[in-house]
C-alpha cells in the first residue's frame, strides 16, 4: 500500500519541508514574531494544488496522509493525555456536545418546512455540521441511499465552512475565552471534520504556546465522533421503521461497529499506556526521552496532515455549487456557533 501512494506521499513532504524552510523569512518579510507552521502547511497545501494541475496517482498519496497519517498522529497524542483530563473535559463537554447537535437537527427540520431547496443536501449538512463533518456525511449517505451529487456537494460545502473555521476560531477563542477548557471544547464541538478540528488546534497551540488547548479540542471531537454509533441505528430505524428483518439488523450491528473509528481505539489504548507507564517510570530518563521524541512524530505527522488537508481543498468545486447549499451550510455553523458560546457561559466554564 506504501509503495502504490508513495509519489504523493513525497509530494506532499516536499511541501512540507518547503513550507519549513519558507517559515523564517516570512514571518521577518511580514514582520511578524510567530507564524504559525500549522496554518503556514494548510495555506502551501491550499496554494499548491489549486494553482498546479497534479496526477491521480499523487492524488492517491494525498489523500493517503490525509487520512491514515492524521489518524495514526490523532492516535498518538493519547501518550500525552491522564485519565483525569480526559474523564474530566468528557463530562464537561458531554452536554454541550448533545445540546449542539439537537439544535442543528431541529435547525434542519425548520428549514425543511420554511424553504425545502436541496432538502437532501440540507440532511447531509446537517449530520456533518452536528457529528463530524465528512465521516458522519458518508457515513448516514449509505443508509439515506443518497445521490452521489448530493453527497459530494454536501462533502464540499462542509469542507468550506470547517476551513474558514481553522482560519478563524484560533484568533477568535484566544480573544473571546479565557480558560483552556472553554477554548477546547469550543474547537472541539464548533469545527466540523476531526481534521478541521485538530488543524484550527494545531494553529491555536503553534501561535500562543499552549498545548492544552489542543489535547482538550481532541478529547471533545473524539467524543463528538461516537455519537456515529446513535447516529447509523437511528437513521436505520426511521427509514426502516414498517419493516421488520433480521437481516437489517445485522446490518444496522455491523454499521455500528464500523462506525466507531480505529483510531478512536488506539487513542484510548496510548492514555492507558502513559498512565500504566506514568506510574511505573515517572522519573526515568528514558521515558522522558521517549516522550520527547513522540512529541516531535506527533508534529511532523500533523505538518504532513495539514499540508494533505490544505492540498484536498479544491476552490474551484467549492463555489461552483450554488448559493443554496454554502447558505444552509452557514446557518447550521452559525446554529453552532451561538450555541456553544451560549452554552459555555451557561455552564461558566470560561473561568
Not at 445521490?147 to 456537494?153: A, E
Amino acid at each position: 500500500m506504501i509503495s502504490r501512494n508513495l509519489t504523493g506521499m513525497t509530494v506532499i513532504g516536499l511541501i512540507y519541508i518547503f513550507t519549513i524552510f519558507l517559515r523564517q523569512p516570512l514571518s521577518y518579510i511580514l514582520n511578524l514574531s510567530v507564524l504559525p507552521l500549522s496554518l503556514l502547511c494548510l495555506i502551501s497545501g491550499i496554494l499548491f494544488f489549486n494553482l498546479f494541475q497534479f496526477s491521480e496517482k499523487i492524488l492517491i498519496g494525498r489523500d493517503f496522509i490525509k487520512k491514515n497519517i492524521l489518524q495514526l498522529a490523532i492516535a498518538l497524542l493519547g501518550i500525552k493525555i491522564s485519565f483525569s483530563q480526559l474523564a474530566n473535559v468528557s463530562i464537561q463537554s458531554i452536554g454541550i456536545i448533545i445540546i449542539t447537535i439537537m439544535l442543528i437537527l431541529l435547525t434542519y427540520f425548520a428549514l425543511s418546512k420554511l424553504w425545502p431547496i436541496q432538502k437532501e443536501v440540507s440532511k447531509l449538512l446537517a449530520i456533518g455540521t452536528s457529528i463530524c463533518g465528512v465521516t458522519a456525511i458518508m457515513a448516514s449517505s449509505s443508509v439515506l441511499k443518497s445521490k452521489d451529487y448530493d453527497v459530494g456537494t454536501a462533502v464540499l460545502i462542509v469542507v468550506l465552512w470547517g476551513s474558514l473555521a481553522v482560519l478563524i476560531y484560533p484568533f477568535f477563542i484566544e480573544w473571546y475565552f479565557i480558560s483552556d477548557l472553554a477554548k477546547g471544547i469550543f474547537l472541539g464541538v464548533g469545527i466540523h471534520d476531526t481534521s478541521q478540528v485538530l488543524a484550527a488546534a494545531m494553529v491555536h497551540s503553534d501561535l500562543y504556546q499552549n498545548n492544552k488547548v489542543l489535547e482538550i479540542a481532541t478529547i471533545t471531537k473524539l467524543l463528538r465522533n461516537l455519537f456515529l454509533a446513535l447516529l447509523v441505528p437511528s437513521l436505520f430505524f426511521f427509514k426502516n421503521r414498517a419493516e421488520k428483518n433480521t437481516s437489517k439488523s445485522l446490518s444496522i450491528l455491523g454499521n455500528i461497529k464500523n462506525s466507531i473509528p480505529l483510531f478512536i481505539i488506539g487513542f484510548i489504548v496510548l492514555i492507558i499506556i502513559r498512565a500504566i507507564a506514568d506510574n511505573y517510570y515517572l522519573n526515568s530518563v528514558a521515558w522522558i526521552n521517549i516522550l520527547e521524541i513522540l512529541e516531535n512524530v506527533i508534529t511532523i505527522l500533523f505538518g504532513l496532515a495539514l499540508t494533505a488537508l490544505g492540498a484536498s481543498i479544491n476552490l474551484k468545486k467549492i463555489l461552483s455549487q450554488g448559493y443554496v447549499p454554502i447558505i444552509v451550510g452557514m446557518v447550521y455553523s452559525l446554529v453552532s456557533f451561538f450555541t456553544i458560546c451560549v452554552l459555555i457561559f451557561i455552564l461558566g466554564l470560561d473561568t
